[in-house]
């Protein structure tokens, strides 16, 4: 009882820092420092730098342009962009250090199975803020931002101290993201397609007008 306990609580862990990677990273990095230095997590060997202050420091100042970043419809979607290379190795990274000193297979299972999680975290998210700032106003944008910082905190805390309910809560998330992610891109396409038809509107005017 007491290994599958163990096995359990780092599972929960690994999936936990992937998943939430994927949506904030900053946020994770900075929550998993806090838990470490106020003694509610052992952190394994490999992920002991996230509680050194300096580390900490630089991800709380990193989290903060981000909270202001991510609430501006247009630059959200700039900023995910960018992070579509940062958030993705990073959950497979902290995936891999949370499995502890296991041998190398288990490391880079655990790897393969963060970074595909953050990467299904991050095309959610993504992809949910382009059809959001297709919306005129911006209050349901600052909603989802602030609703994923609140699910990021409330879900790593979570993953340490509930891992059974958090696994159970996260395999639902992984069928809704597959339910989700085709709607998601499809409602993406009409996006683009509507904005491209914008632009040439505006451009046929001038066109008509050329001297031939």
Known sequence: ??????????????????????????????????????GNLNLPPDLQMVAN??????????????????????????????HTFIRIPAGAMLAAGAVGDLNPAV????????????????????????????????FSNWLASVGEDIAVIGGIWASVNHPGLFLIALVLFVLLMIWLLPRIWVGMKKVFRFIIKLFRKEESPVNANSPE
């Open 1 to 38: 009882m007491e290994a599958l306990d163990q096995i359990s609580t780092t599972l929960a862990l690994t999936m936990g820092l992937a998943w939430a990677s994927g949506i904030n990273l900053y946020a994770t990095l900075f929550m998993l420092g806090y838990l470490a230095n106020t």
């Open 53 to 82: 202050p300096m580390v900490m420091g630089a991800a709380g100042v990193m989290y903060c342009i981000e909270f202001f970043a991510d609430k501006i419809p247009g630059v959200d979607t700039g900023w995910d962009t960018l």
């Open 107 to 138: 490391e880079l299972a655990a790897a393969i199975l963060g970074g595909g999680l953050a990467a299904g975290t991050h095309a959610t998210k993504a992809g949910t803020r382009v059809l959001i700032n297709a919306s005129p106003e911006p």
